[in-house]
């Protein structure tokens, strides 16, 4: 096994990032990376002590002699199985750039400007949670140089019968191309969770280097478990739409149609594995386990904060009174009001809620971490419509009738009745229409992210728009009635309330993640 010695001592060294060399803590001697690299064995290949846990089967690796008594993926405290195993080196590496104390401090800065954050997030025993370890990424690049065949336009102004007119000519174009997109970045590890790698990201290219084991010492390393394969597809997906979305691309003063480019080119990929530098923590909450990652070039922070459902009461509380107090010191809250107050706020919980709830029914399926799950969203390019299409509309067909009364509440204030039943059934005919038109886009650009379906947000969804459909009954049949106007909006403002706790919790899903098992699935296995 390779481990990190001092050349002159023999004892333990490690990287220092402020000096940006290899230092022996004993001796005092310092080397440059390039000298102590110099010093070590140079192979395709490097020894290092594969470190698993008994519980998840994530696996970390370690160059030196350190004995790892923590699991940083599930944050099992036992101690962790090793070997020694032969990995395959990456091209390049980003060294670690932020010290840890700098790295905890970024966290902490984070974590105290929450509010609402739990206060297990802020026990001064979570730096001992914190692990430098270098995660690997496929770094993606596209190419093309060739020529581009299509139609070209040009317009300017001309005079005819002493009028001015601006002229549009088409030509036949054969234009060079030149495409480069390089240092695109993707998670590579099954372990790291895909949703915070690309949020400590970017990295900045200036910094990549030839990869120097050296660099190594005194950190962990996460083995690339995930084929590039797995997001090659969405990658070039990804470059094909920006530069399908190029504006005014011109070339000899033709400006050329970037949609009809992007189809015709053939791209080139190339992929190298590159190490990047990342401070990881792990909260483990009874079966539960949220994450934290620091940037170790950058700083950049990513982490799953929850929210304590005593600090949110406590600030509703507190907020609630404030709206109060401001609303009766601007306008009168009249029975009209209050319903059409309660009935925005209503559509609000609603989109909040529908925005929340996609995203963890997604994470709770793993669709949002190709590299645990092994399946990468779909990219879509122009795909044809699905024959199936008519039969989902009948899904959007209930969704606009929540939405019409959930509407016609709110542009309820200063209308009567009969305006009021007038507007809402073409308000519905109309955005049906929409729906409609829309369905019939025969091609789709982007990618494709899974959506929950309509089951898993009925109980939710059905709190708000009862109480918005209550405010539109009382608006619309009882107008000059107070006391239905008060109970209908003490209902909306409940089915809020109701709406809210929901939202909270499915918050606190989202950012509480399941215990990982990777011995079970790794990310790209068939």
């Known amino acids: 096994m390779t481990v990190f010695r001092c050349p002159h001592c023999g004892a ?60 940083s993926f599930c944050g099992s405290p036992l101690v962790l199985d090793s070997r020694i195993s032969e ?37 001064e025993d979570n730096e001992q949670k914190i692990r430098g370890i270098y995660m690997p990424f496929h770094i993606y690049r596209f190419t093309y140089t060739g020529t581009y065949e299509g139609e070209g336009s040009k317009t300017k102004i001309e005079k005819q019968n002493g009028k001015k007119y601006d002229v549009t000519r088409t030509y036949e174009i054969e234009s060079p191309v030149t495409v480069d997109y390089d240092f695109i970045p993707a ?58 979305s190029k504006s005014n691309l011109k070339s000899g003063g033709l400006e050329i149609d970037t949609r009809k480019m992007q189809e015709s080119i053939e791209l080139e990929k190339s992929v190298k594995t590159a190490m990047f530098p990342v401070w990881f923590m792990s909260f483990r909450n009874k079966d539960k386990i949220s994450y934290a990652a620091v940037n170790g070039q950058t700083g950049e922070l990513a982490a799953d904060i929850p929210i304590s459902f005593r600090r949110y009461l406590a600030a509703s509380v507190i907020v609630a ?15 009209g009001n209050l319903m059409t107050v309660s009935s925005a706020l209503a559509v609000v919980a609603l989109i909040m809620a529908n925005s929340l709830l996609n995203d963890t029914f997604r994470r709770k399926r793993h669709y949002d971490d190709a590299g645990y799950s092994g399946v990468d969203e779909e990219p879509m390019e ?38 009021i039943l007038q507007i809402l059934p073409g308000l519905f005919i109309a955005i049906f229409i929409i729906i409609v038109i829309g369905s019939l886009n025969k091609k789709v650009a982007g990618i494709r992210k899974k959506k929950a379906p309509f089951w898993y947000k009925l109980f939710t969804f059905a709190k708000p728009v009862l109480g918005a459909m209550a405010c539109w009954y009382v608006k619309s049949f009882y107008p000059n009635t107070d006391e239905y106007a008060y109970l209908a909006a003490m209902f909306s403002i409940l089915m809020i309330i109701l709406t809210a706790f929901d939202i909270v919790r499915a918050q606190n899903r989202f950012t509480m993640r399941d215990l990982p098992i990777f011995n079970e699935k790794r990310g790209g296995d068939e």
């Open 12 to 71: 333990e060294t490690a990287y220092d990032p402020s000096k940006g060399k290899v230092v022996c803590e004993y001796c005092g001697s310092e080397l440059t990376v390039e000298d102590y690299n110099a010093y070590l064995d140079e192979k395709g290949l490097y020894q290092a002590n594969e470190l698993s846990c008994r519980q998840c089967g994530a696996t970390i690796l370690s160059t030196d002699n350190t004995v790892a008594t923590f699991c």
């Open 87 to 123: 990995k395959k080196k990456p091209d390049y590496i980003i060294p670690f750039r932020i010290k840890k104390k700098k790295a905890y401090s970024i966290y902490r800065n984070k974590i105290d400007r929450t509010l609402l954050a739990p206060k297990w997030m802020k026990d």
């Open 187 to 244: 998670d590579g590890a099954a372990s790291f969770p895909d949703s915070i790698s690309r949020a400590v990201c970017p990295y900045s290219e200036n910094d990549l280097e030839g990869f120097q084991l050296p660099y190594f010492a005194g950190y962990y390393a996460d083995g690339a478990d995930v084929p590039e394969s797995l997001y090659a597809g969405k990658m070039e997906a990804i470059v094909r739409n920006d530069i399908g």
């Open 321 to 335: 009174a404030v709206i109060s107090i401001l609303f009766n010191l601007v306008f009168t809250l009249t029975p």
């Open 382 to 419: 122009g795909k044809p419509v699905d024959p199936k299409r008519a039969v989902k509309l009948l899904g959007g067909l209930f969704w606009m009738i929540f939405f019409t009364f959930a509407v016609g509440a709110v542009i309820s204030l200063g209308f009567d009745d009969t305006f």
